[in-house]
């Protein structure tokens, strides 16, 4: 059994007890590496393979989350102006934003 499986967003999600659909807590339990099994009842490490491991329901939307990335020299440009910031007064995120565009082109990555 292979230990990973691909989600259709292309997300390689690993297989155990710590992604499946079948896995619950004991609260009772103070092992946070520990997983209750809803199907034998038997608590495993969330590590651990069955052959009914079915991948967890919200896993399936992994990579599906809308979001974007920001450009790592808007960041760096960002963490600049707040170092600087610390004599002063701060500035507006949207007004910083703006200025970088206007000099640099657009904030986030297009893929």
Known sequence: MENYETNKHLIQIRKGCISCAHKGYDYKEKDENLR????????????????????????????????RVKRREYLEYLTAIRAEETKGEPRDTESIRKEFEDLYGPVFVNF
Not at 50 to 64: D, F, Q, V
């Open 36 to 67: 209750l099994c809803k199907l034998d009842h038997e608590r495993h490490p969330r590590c651990f393979l069955c052959e009914r491991w079915e991948m967890h329901p919200g896993l399936e939307n992994a990579g599906n989350s809308g979001g």
